[in-house]
């Protein structure tokens, strides 16, 4: 084992059976010019991910560190012990369904470090694959700012999870919280921003797979906005009410485009979720927001009455 790894490597799995194998390879297959580390999180998966990476842990010794707690953690302590026990000066994200595709990718992202001081983390273009088939492969982000900054990531994540490194230690350890809106992701990149910028290399060096046993895909909308909600909720607080203008507008915005959806879809709860929408804050700075999904709700209504009202007026005719 390494005993000075430059880049740790925490790879958070459960039930990954078919693709865990392909995620390490894509890690044990980085060409660089220091030594790195592999910590696996294997939370008691039912399938046989566990008999998989301790193959490879078998295999890889030198490399590979896996984590294999005798309970199923949950989420929020298997990703926080990981964590704890990653020794690296940085820390490379991946989780047990992802994988990456570029082997200069850690060499590139550790050199962006070392010519930029000022930033705390380094991120890429990643191949979004859904395969449940619903969506055509795509690459996230379209467009980034190669510098961008605590502010431009409070309203939501545009940081995808399998591209992220970051320089380790910059903050002592997730909130409790994070247990409750069951992602980390945002959260942790939000605590490193505290401490410098977020630097992009507009280059595609990973794959993130959409697939029906993923953390999100088995969510509903509603499930997500109310994990964000409360997410802004517990970061405003964090923040000491700071930043309140900014997680105001990004929760009336989650608030708003879940709206949208229940209007066109003519759910039975639309009326709820759009006058939840519109008494959300801020009053100001969201008035076109408000008009539209006001318009878009009621118009049909007015429509209705006024053809009623002008067949009603029309001279009968003799």
Same mark, same amino acid.
């Given at each position: ?30 060409q ?21 990476? #301790? &193959?490879?842990? !078998?295999?890889?010794?030198? =490399? /590979?560190?896996? %984590?294999?707690? *005798? ?28 994988y ?36 055509a ?10 510098i ?25 350890k997730?909130?409790?919280? #994070? &247990?409750?809106? !069951?992602?980390?992701d945002? =959260? /942790?990149?939000? %605590?490193?921003? *505290? ?9 595609c ?56 959806d229940?209007?066109?879809?003519q ?7 759009v ?14 927001e408000?008009a ?9 209504? #007015? ?12 001279p009968?005719?003799?």
């Amino acid at each position: 084992m390494n005993s000075h790894p430059v880049v740790s490597v925490p790879l958070i799995t459960y039930n990954h059976e078919p693709h865990i194998a392909q995620a390490l390879e894509s890690v044990l297959m980085q060409q660089t010019s220091f030594p790195i580390e592999i910590v696996v999180g294997e939370d008691c998966s039912t399938d046989k991910t566990r008999e998989i990476v #301790v &193959e490879y842990q !078998k295999r890889y010794p030198h =490399v /590979i560190r896996a %984590l294999l707690p *005798e309970r199923n953690l949950g989420p929020y302590r298997n990703v926080t012990a990981t964590l704890n026990a990653c020794r690296g000066t940085y820390i490379a994200a991946l989780e047990g369904d992802d994988y990456w595709t570029s082997p200069a990718k850690l060499q590139r992202q550790v050199d962006f470090f070392e010519a930029h001081p000022d930033c705390s983390i380094c991120f890429h273009k990643v191949l979004v694959i859904d395969e449940t088939g619903q969506n055509a492969p795509r690459t996230i982000p379209l467009d980034s700012k190669e510098i961008s900054t605590l502010e431009d990531l409070l309203p939501g994540n545009f940081i995808p999870s399998c591209s992220a490194i970051w320089r380790n230690g910059l903050f002592a350890k997730l909130p409790a919280w #994070v &247990e409750e809106v !069951k992602f980390s992701d945002w =959260v /942790i990149h939000v %605590l490193n921003a *505290e401490h410098g910028n977020i630097g992009f290399i507009d280059d595609c060096m990973a794959v993130y797979r959409l697939h029906a046993g993923g953390t999100w895909s088995t969510q509903s909308w509603h499930q997500v906005m109310t994990r964000w909600i409360t997410a802004y909720e517990r970061m405003n607080e964090y923040f000491g009410g700071r930043y309140n203008s900014i997680f105001k507008r990004a929760i009336f915005l989650r608030r708003y485009g879940y709206a949208i959806d229940c209007v066109d879809r003519q759910t039975p709860d639309a009326r709820e979720q759009v006058w939840s929408a519109l008494l959300s804050e801020p009053a100001m700075g969201c008035l076109r927001e408000k008009a539209l999904l006001a318009t878009k709700f009621y118009a049909p209504a #007015v429509v209705r009455v006024a053809g009623t009202v002008k067949r009603a007026l029309r001279p009968s005719e003799s």
